[in-house]
């Protein structure tokens, strides 16, 4: 007898593993890796709806239940729902992406058919989207002052700059992909150089 199975878009993923990314994957953790979150009281949290436009957050996510939703465009669902709408991916990438996250080794039945390299576009993704982490915080490194004035005298502040993620590419000898791999954490921290209030018409070029 075969496993209990859960269809995917792309292939069929073993129940049981399925549960497992579920009871792992915390959304609220999932989540914080896009989305500035804030504690909205009640066990909730909110931040910036990454699926639209918005100034005020009316994005919440409540862990205890595994479920973000938007009261501004309705957006909603759980953990997987949100890395497949994140992601633009399907449902089987989306488990993919949790269970590398998580460790968990997934298992396939026959039926799935011949999978070389499960998850390999979700892994290109996520590399992608540590490279955008990795310029956008080298922004706020002081070799990066030249990049903060240019965007300074275009109207930038560090707020626009992160809402783009504006990133500044470092010198050659300092590599994007040993530093991801090194840093598990490359949250951006604004407080470190100052940005430049005004700019000032000379440049102090340091030789
Ligand atoms: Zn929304």
């Known amino acids: 007898m075969s496993p209990s199975t859960l269809t995917g878009v792309a292939g069929l993923i073993v129940e049981e593993d399925l549960v497992t990314v579920r009871e792992r994957a915390r959304i609220e953790d999932v ?31 409540t862990p205890s239940r595994g479920y973000f939703y938007c009261f501004g465009c309705n957006s909603g669902g759980d953990v997987i729902g949100f890395v497949q709408k994140i992601n633009n991916v399907n449902f089987t990438e989306a488990v993919e992406f ?13 039926s799935g058919g011949a999978r070389a390299e499960p998850g390999v576009r979700m892994r290109i993704l996520e590399a992608n989207r540590l490279a955008a982490e990795f310029y956008a915080d080298h922004l706020t490194k002081p070799d990066a002052v030249i990049g903060r004035q240019f965007l300074a005298e275009r109207g930038f502040d560090r ?49």
């Open 31 to 61: 989540v914080a890796s896009y989305v500035t979150l804030r504690n909205a009281g009640g066990g909730a949290l909110t931040g910036l709806c990454p699926f639209h436009d918005e100034k005020t957050p009316s994005f919440r996510v």
């Open 98 to 110: 949790l269970a590398d996250r998580v460790g968990v080794h997934l298992r396939y039945t026959e």
């Open 159 to 207: 707020d626009a700059a992160e809402l783009f993620s504006v990133g500044f590419a470092p010198a050659a000898d300092v590599n994007c992909c040993s530093t991801c791999a090194a840093e598990s954490s490359p949250t951006p921290n604004w407080s470190r150089p100052a940005w430049p209030a005004k700019v000032a018409g000379t440049s102090s070029n340091p030789g």
